[in-house]
C-alpha cells in the first residue's frame, strides 16, 4: 500500500523519486508498525525516495520504529510550539541522539491559535528588542531548540517573516529561558475554556444519540 500511494502522484508529476516520504500518522500503521516501516525501507532500497520518515510520533511510538528499523526515520515531523515544548523535550532529546530531524508544523499556534497568553510577553519583548515581528521571534527558538521549521503558509508575508529570519541576531539565552518558562506555564485561559467547552459538548452530544437510541430500542420493544 504505500508503494501505491506513493507511485500514483509521482507518475502524475512526472516524478522518478521523491526527496521525502513520511508516514502521516502513527494510528496508520498501528496494526502492523513493523511490517508497515519494512515497506518504507523497501521504497528507499529501491530508490524511490530518498529519505523516509514519519509523523506525529511521540516517544514511545518512535521508540517502537527504532527497535525494528534497519534504516532510521530520517525526519520526525510534529506539531511543536511553546506551550507544548515540556510535552516534546524528552522526544527531541531522543531523536538527536539517534540522528532523526525534528521539524516542527503550526509553530506560530501561540500567535494564530492561542494569542494572549504567556508565552506573549517574551516573545514581544524580544521582537521589540531585535526589531522584527512576534513571528520572527517564535521561527529564532524552534531553530534555537535545534527544530527545522516547516511552513505551510502561502500567505506572502508569513513567508517574507520566515525568510527573513536568516538575517536576525540570535535570541540571548535569557529570551530563550524566559520563553521556555512562559509556554510552562501552560496555554492562555480562553484557549483551556475553549477545549472544556468541545468536550462537554461532545459528551453532552454523544449522550443525546444514547437517549435517542434507548427510545428507539424501548418503542421497537412496545411492538414486539
Same mark, same amino acid.
Given at each position: 500500500m504505500p508503494r501505491t500511494l506513493l507511485f500514483e502522484p509521482s507518475r502524475l508529476l512526472g516524478l522518478k523519486f521523491v526527496d521525502l516520504y513520511l508516514i502521516h500518522h502513527p494510528r496508520l500503521i498501528e496494526h502492523d508498525v513493523e511490517g508497515s516501516w519494512r515497506d518504507f525501507e523497501k521504497i528507499k532500497e529501491d530508490g524511490l525516495?530518498?529519505?523516509?520518515?514519519?509523523?506525529?510520533? =511521540?516517544?514511545?511510538?518512535?521508540?517502537?520504529?527504532? =527497535?525494528?528499523? =534497519?534504516?532510521? !526515520?530520517?525526519?520526525?515531523?510534529?506539531?511543536?510550539? !511553546?506551550?507544548?515544548?515540556?510535552?516534546?523535550?524528552?522526544?527531541?532529546e531522543?531523536? @538527536?541522539?539517534?540522528? %532523526?530531524? *525534528?521539524? @516542527?508544523?503550526?509553530?506560530? $499556534?501561540? %500567535?494564530? =491559535?492561542?494569542?494572549?497568553?504567556? +508565552?506573549? +510577553?517574551?516573545?514581544? &519583548?524580544? &521582537?521589540k528588542r531585535l526589531g522584527c515581528t512576534p513571528g520572527q521571534v517564535i521561527f529564532a527558538w524552534i531553530r534555537a531548540k535545534g527544530v527545522i521549521i516547516v511552513t505551510t503558509s502561502s500567505k506572502k508575508t508569513r513567508l517574507k517573516e520566515y525568510l527573513a529570519v536568516d538575517d536576525l541576531p540570535p535570541l540571548t539565552d535569557e529570551?530563550?529561558? $524566559?520563553?521556555?518558562? $512562559?509556554?510552562?506555564?501552560?496555554?492562555?485561559?480562553? $484557549?483551556?475554556?475553549?477545549?472544556?467547552?468541545? *468536550?462537554?459538548f461532545m459528551t453532552l452530544a454523544l449522550y443525546g444519540v444514547y437517549l435517542a437510541a434507548r427510545k428507539a430500542f424501548d418503542t421497537v420493544g412496545l411492538h414486539t
Open positions: 525516495a530518498r529519505s523516509i520518515g514519519v509523523s506525529n510520533f =511521540k516517544l514511545m511510538q518512535l521508540q517502537v520504529i527504532i =527497535k525494528v528499523a =534497519k534504516i532510521k !526515520p530520517a525526519v520526525n515531523q510534529i506539531f511543536f510550539h !511553546p506551550y507544548n515544548y515540556h510535552e516534546h523535550k524528552s522526544l527531541l531522543y531523536s @538527536a541522539k539517534h540522528g %532523526i530531524v *525534528t521539524e @516542527a508544523y503550526g509553530s506560530l $499556534a501561540p %500567535i494564530t =491559535k492561542f494569542p494572549g497568553g504567556p +508565552v506573549d +510577553v517574551p516573545v514581544n &519583548a524580544a &521582537a529570551e530563550i529561558q $524566559a520563553i521556555d518558562e $512562559a509556554g510552562a506555564k501552560g496555554l492562555p485561559l480562553r $484557549a483551556k475554556l475553549g477545549r472544556r467547552v468541545v *468536550t462537554i
